[in-house]
Nanobody, 125 residues
């Protein structure tokens, strides 16, 4: 059984920083792509960042230059360092993991909360 355990998140003022972590277990293949989607109230799930098994990152344009994704394959863990946070970053952040080409289809079919309950990030002005 695939399991993702998220940690981090919380409330900060604009300009502050937070770090999210997510540890995966139960995959039948090595080094799945991992990353984060987010969903604000009334909005669709939005890709934030994905990192492939070889460490290649992908960011949505609104977080480029502010967020940094990284991974530790030995620990099956992905990290998202979020700096210069803005109120529009407020959302529930969901860790995702699977083969990179599969993740978007899972999100569309089952929602970005398919893997877990997510962690709340709140940025106040």
């Amino acid at each position: 059984e695939v399991r993702l355990v998220e940690s981090g998140g919380g409330s900060v003022q604009a300009g502050g920083s937070l770090r999210l972590s997510c540890t995966a277990s139960g995959f039948t293949f090595d080094d799945p792509a991992m990353g984060w989607y987010r969903q604000a109230p009334g909005n669709e799930c939005e890709l934030v960042s994905i990192i492939s098994s070889d460490g290649s990152p992908l960011y949505t344009s609104s977080v480029k230059g502010r967020f940094t994704i990284s991974r530790d394959n030995a620990k099956n863990t992905v990290y998202l360092q979020m700096n210069s946070l803005k109120p529009e970053d407020t959302a529930v952040y969901y860790c995702v993991a699977d083969r990179s080409q599969t993740i978007p289809f899972i999100v569309i079919a089952k929602g970005c909360n398919y893997w877990g309950q997510g962690t709340q990030v709140t940025v106040s002005a």
